[in-house]
């Protein structure tokens, strides 16, 4: 075996058997960095750009380019360029970030985004703040593994199993920013070690390039001998899709499943990393040699599981939802393996491996991009989740098979008359009540059973899902819906009571409001609303209003309100109040203003101001003097951040009025945010009560249409919140000793989950 150019009288370097810890330490530390860099830059520039989609939708797009751009950057440099050259040209881009991109960072110069152009503007920011750094360490990846083809290692031929370092590494990342990095670092340490792991990345490819083989032959003969081997084995546009398409449903399955879990089974805040940590590992799992035995298990179990998803969905709301939970992930991990699999048996030669991850790379842009931006235009529900559960069955080899030996004007026909019922289900034209039960339940069952035992006949267990997953969307669409709408940020139901009483709005299984719409006779009612949910007269948030009332004489001046909801907290409004809603969601400002659907908002607050976008940049720009401020944007299971750090509840004090009063609305099934809170206004010079109402006396919320609300105060001094600082139902909430101050360059979202469990 020939020794590495350069290391002549080195004899334990010389061995090239050294390659292979080099470079899968290299690779991994790459992809750990790379993972890295997006959490921490997207937590630096919360505060300042807020969480409007513009941001979101600009990140993410930002991201995956620049990913895209690296790896066609490291092809070019395979393609065009004598690996020992490539590798200088390389290790020069990253002496130039190493000197002048780092450390990362976010700097106020900046300023908030123009009121034209914001899309412009924010892929600058991005791009001068950390473009060129996520630039050079995303194109690693392939570019090591094209090299580690050039060392003369026994298993360069074939160094596709080096993927599974560079995921394994991607996986770390992922864990250790939320449950280690992001609670013992501030943002500028962690960028500091960012820059340190760059900078050992530098020396780590510097030492990996040394086991590059040198070039023997002439540079026109090296020229020819590898445009010979590319003709030996030509890519046909054929394998490019084929990679594209294969990449493509397992990227948008990752954004569906997370959707669907998030939203529909477990709205825990972190519940997306374990969807993306077993798409990190299936990479792991497929990207190597063997595994042809768990293969065929796979083929034989994802039909299995395929039906007991179908089975599921429509009695959603009633199984466990540890259950489904574990049936989504165990499907989806199953699943992705298996499209994976399909993926590296398609794998080209080294010659091609550059090419190969970049239109990999090209199919998980598509594929996040169809899921996360498309998917809120097109559709009003989560349908891309059933669609795409099914879809991954064209992942199979002869499910494909099949549909290839088919006319195809006639497959895209019948997969056209398919979409069919699923969109008449997702606009609620198809639902529970359509068809006979019977009849449904008869065909229901056929499907799904036919679905179980047809992993050797693909066109009956495509078919049979197809006709199964309908049936299941049409029967989990329910007729008291009245209605479903959708936007970037969530998906926004609007159901009757069983009564046909009360009317409510609902995010995934998060209530966002309600409002009483006819009596016991049912007669519509035509009077002023009566405040609902949280909000009902003898709740802790009435109080809480009305003894900031009773502080400025039995009248507020002007009032803020952080989350518009549906508009029941309009009804507290009393005569010669000025009420200004903020609002993120502009489709939640329309059904709030769609007297067919609620008449609180305009019946209650008729002609009041409301502002579109993240609620701190937005009230931050207005001009002060509120007697009331309500920070109504808490109830989900996630809650922003950036609203409530030390900084943002310092902005929100600084907008008062003397003697003013701020209420928070903390109510969440998975966190204790007092404490949150309490320490936020400490530090910020202030005083914190709260209160958190029983659930016994609110009653069954069909028939009353109250729900129990926990509800914290903040204010300079006791006296700004009346005689809530005397009453027993109110606690003044002390911070515990060992609870770290939320800050905008420092938050721990693991703290409040531990405290509410009781650990």
Request: charged residues 15%; contains cysteine.
């Given at each position: 075996?020939?020794?590495?150019?350069?290391?002549?009288?080195?004899?334990?370097?010389?061995?090239?058997?050294?390659?292979?810890?080099?470079?899968?330490?290299?690779?991994?530390?790459?992809?750990?960095?790379?993972?890295?860099?997006?959490?921490?830059?997207?937590?630096?520039?919360?505060?300042?750009?807020?969480?409007?989609?513009?941001?979101?939708?600009?990140?993410?797009?930002?991201?995956?380019?620049?990913?895209?751009?690296?790896?066609?950057?490291?092809?070019?440099?395979?393609?065009?360029?004598?690996?020992?050259?490539?590798?200088?040209?390389?290790?020069?881009?990253?002496?130039?970030?190493?000197?002048?991109?780092?450390?990362?960072?976010?700097?106020?110069?900046?300023?908030?985004?123009?009121?034209?152009?914001?899309?412009?503007?924010?892929?600058?920011?991005?791009?001068?703040?950390?473009?060129?750094?996520?630039?050079?360490?995303?194109?690693?990846?392939?570019?090591?593994?094209?090299?580690?083809?050039?060392?003369?290692?026994?298993?360069?031929?074939?160094?596709?199993?080096?993927?599974?370092?560079?995921?394994?590494?991607?996986?770390?990342?992922?864990?250790?920013?939320?449950?280690?990095?992001?609670?013992?670092?501030?943002?500028?340490?962690?960028?500091?070690?960012?820059?340190?792991?760059?900078?050992?990345?530098?020396?780590?490819?510097?030492?990996?390039?040394?086991?590059?083989?040198?070039?023997?032959?002439?540079?026109?003969?090296?020229?020819?001998?590898?445009?010979?081997?590319?003709?030996?084995?030509?890519?046909?546009?054929?394998?490019?899709?084929?990679?594209?398409?294969?990449?493509?449903?397992?990227?948008?399955?990752?954004?569906?499943t997370t959707t669907h879990i998030t939203n529909e089974v477990a709205a825990v805040p972190l519940m997306w990393v374990a969807p993306l940590a077993l798409y990190l590992v299936t990479f792991s799992?497929?990207?190597?040699?063997?595994?042809?035995?768990?293969?065929?298990?796979?083929?034989?179990?994802?039909?299995?599981?395929?039906?007991?998803?179908?089975?599921?969905?429509?009695?959603?709301?009633?199984?466990?939802?540890?259950?489904?939970?574990?049936?989504?992930?165990?499907?989806?991990?199953?699943?992705?393996?298996?499209?994976?699999?399909?993926?590296?048996?398609?794998?080209?030669?080294?010659?091609?491996?550059?090419?190969?991850?970049?239109?990999?790379?090209?199919?998980?842009?598509?594929?996040?991009?169809?899921?996360?931006?498309?998917?809120?235009?097109?559709?009003?529900?989560?349908?891309?989740?059933?669609?795409?559960?099914?879809?991954?069955?064209?992942?199979?080899?002869?499910?494909?098979?099949?549909?290839?030996?088919?006319?195809?004007?006639?497959?895209?026909?019948?997969?056209?008359?398919?979409?069919?019922?699923?969109?008449?289900?997702?606009?609620?034209?198809?639902?529970?009540?359509?068809?006979?039960?019977?009849?449904?339940?008869?065909?229901?069952?056929?499907?799904?059973?036919?679905?179980?035992?047809?992993?050797?006949?693909?066109?009956?267990?495509?078919?049979?899902?197809?006709?199964?997953?309908?049936?299941?969307?049409?029967?989990?669409?329910?007729?008291?819906?009245?209605?479903?709408?959708?936007?970037?940020?969530?998906?926004?139901?609007?159901?009757?009571?069983?009564?046909?009483?009360?009317?409510?709005?609902?995010?995934?299984?998060?209530?966002?409001?309600?409002?009483?719409?006819?009596?016991?006779?049912?007669?519509?009612?035509?009077?002023?609303?009566?405040?609902?949910?949280?909000?009902?007269?003898?709740?802790?948030?009435?109080?809480?209003?009305?003894?900031?009332?009773?502080?400025?004489?039995?009248?507020?001046?002007?009032?803020?309100?952080?989350?518009?909801?549906?508009?029941?907290?309009?009804?507290?409004?009393?005569?010669?109040?000025?009420?200004?809603?903020?609002?993120?969601?502009?489709?939640?400002?329309?059904?709030?203003?769609?007297?067919?659907?609620?008449?609180?908002?305009?019946?209650?607050?008729?002609?009041?101001?409301?502002?579109?976008?993240?609620?701190?940049?937005?009230?931050?720009?207005?001009?002060?003097?509120?007697?009331?401020?309500?920070?109504?944007?808490?109830?989900?299971?996630?809650?922003?951040?950036?609203?409530?750090?030390?900084?943002?509840?310092?902005?929100?004090?600084?907008?008062?009025?003397?003697?003013?009063?701020?209420?928070?609305?903390?109510?969440?099934?998975?966190?204790?945010?007092?404490?949150?809170?309490?320490?936020?206004?400490?530090?910020?010079?202030?005083?914190?009560?709260h209160r958190n109402d029983d659930p016994k006396t609110t009653g069954d919320f069909m028939e009353t249409l109250k729900a129990p609300v926990e509800v914290a105060v903040v204010a300079r001094r006791?006296?700004?919140?009346?005689?809530?600082?005397?009453?027993?139902?109110?606690?003044?909430?002390?911070?515990?000793?060992?609870?770290?101050?939320?800050?905008?360059?420092?938050?721990?979202?693991?703290?409040?989950?531990?405290?509410?469990?009781?650990?």
């Amino acid at each position: 075996m020939t020794a590495p150019s350069g290391l002549s009288g080195r004899a334990g370097i010389r061995d090239t058997r050294l390659a292979l810890p080099v470079y899968t330490l290299t690779i991994f530390l790459s992809a750990f960095l790379l993972f890295g860099v997006q959490p921490m830059f997207t937590k630096m520039v919360m505060p300042t750009l807020g969480g409007t989609p513009a941001v979101w939708s600009v990140a993410m797009v930002f991201f995956q380019t620049v990913l895209l751009a690296g790896y066609a950057y490291a092809h070019g440099l395979t393609r065009w360029l004598d690996p020992r050259a490539a590798a200088l040209v390389h290790l020069a881009l990253m002496v130039v970030v190493l000197i002048a991109g780092l450390p990362i960072a976010f700097g106020d110069d900046w300023g908030t985004p123009p009121e034209h152009g914001q899309a412009l503007w924010l892929i600058g920011v991005f791009t001068v703040s950390v473009g060129l750094p996520f630039f050079a360490v995303s194109a690693n990846g392939p570019l090591l593994q094209a090299w580690f083809a050039r060392t003369g290692h026994p298993h360069a031929d074939d160094p596709y199993f080096l993927y599974g370092a560079s995921n394994i590494g991607s996986l770390l990342a992922l864990l250790s920013y939320p449950l280690v990095i992001e609670q013992t670092l501030p943002l500028a340490g962690q960028s500091s070690l960012w820059s340190a792991g760059f900078g050992a990345l530098l020396v780590s490819i510097a030492a990996a390039a040394l086991f590059l083989r040198p070039e023997t032959a002439p540079a026109a003969a090296q020229q020819a001998a590898a445009a010979s081997a590319e003709s030996a084995a030509p890519v046909s546009l054929k394998d490019r899709l084929g990679w594209i398409g294969l990449s493509l449903v397992p990227s948008a399955l990752l954004v569906a499943t997370t959707t669907h879990i998030t939203n529909e089974v477990a709205a825990v805040p972190l519940m997306w990393v374990a969807p993306l940590a077993l798409y990190l590992v299936t990479f792991s799992v497929a990207f190597r040699e063997g595994g042809e035995r768990l293969h065929r298990v796979l083929l034989r179990a994802q039909p299995v599981l395929l039906a007991a998803i179908i089975a599921s969905l429509p009695f959603i709301r009633s199984v466990p939802f540890y259950a489904l939970l574990a049936l989504n992930l165990v499907f989806f991990t199953v699943s992705v393996i298996l499209c994976h699999r399909e993926l590296y048996a398609r794998r080209p030669g080294v010659a091609h491996l550059t090419q190969f991850y970049f239109f990999m790379s090209l199919g998980g842009v598509i594929g996040g991009a169809l899921a996360s931006l498309a998917a809120p235009l097109l559709f009003e529900g989560l349908l891309e989740f059933p669609l795409l559960v099914v879809a991954v069955l064209l992942c199979r080899a002869d499910v494909r098979g099949w549909l290839g030996k088919a006319n195809p004007l006639w497959v895209a026909a019948g997969l056209a008359v398919a979409l069919v019922p699923f969109l008449l289900a997702d606009r609620g034209v198809l639902n529970q009540d359509s068809f006979p039960g019977q009849a449904v339940i008869t065909v229901f069952i056929v499907a799904v059973v036919l679905t179980i035992f047809s992993h050797a006949r693909p066109a009956r267990l495509l078919t049979a899902a197809i006709t199964a997953m309908a049936v299941a969307v049409m029967v989990a669409t329910p007729a008291q819906m009245a209605m479903r709408t959708r936007s970037f940020f969530a998906v926004h139901s609007i159901f009757q009571t069983p009564n046909g009483q009360g009317r409510f709005l609902q995010h995934g299984n998060v209530l966002h409001g309600a409002e009483r719409v006819a009596d016991a006779a049912g007669s519509p009612l035509t009077g002023r609303p009566e405040p609902a949910s949280y909000f009902h007269f003898g709740g802790a948030y009435h109080q809480a209003i009305e003894q900031a009332r009773q502080v400025r004489g039995g009248k507020l001046g002007k009032v803020a309100v952080v989350g518009l909801g549906m508009g029941s907290l309009a009804c507290h409004a009393q005569p010669g109040e000025t009420w200004n809603f903020f609002e993120i969601d502009p489709e939640v400002v329309r059904i709030a203003r769609d007297r067919q659907v609620f008449r609180s908002f305009s019946e209650c607050t008729p002609g009041a101001r409301t502002i579109v976008g993240d609620g701190r940049l937005t009230l931050a720009d207005e001009p002060g003097g509120y007697d009331l401020i309500m920070l109504d944007a808490f109830s989900s299971s996630s809650p922003p951040v950036h609203l409530m750090t030390k900084e943002a509840v310092a902005m929100y004090a600084s907008k008062l009025a003397p003697g003013g009063m701020l209420i928070f609305n903390i109510s969440n099934r998975n966190m204790k945010l007092s404490h949150v809170v309490a320490a936020s206004a400490r530090d910020a010079g202030l005083a914190t009560w709260h209160r958190n109402d029983d659930p016994k006396t609110t009653g069954d919320f069909m028939e009353t249409l109250k729900a129990p609300v926990e509800v914290a105060v903040v204010a300079r001094r006791p006296a700004d919140v009346g005689n809530i600082a005397e009453d027993p139902a109110w606690t003044k909430t002390r911070v515990p000793a060992d609870f770290r101050t939320w800050t905008d360059d420092f938050s721990n979202i693991l703290d409040p989950l531990r405290r509410k469990l009781g650990w």
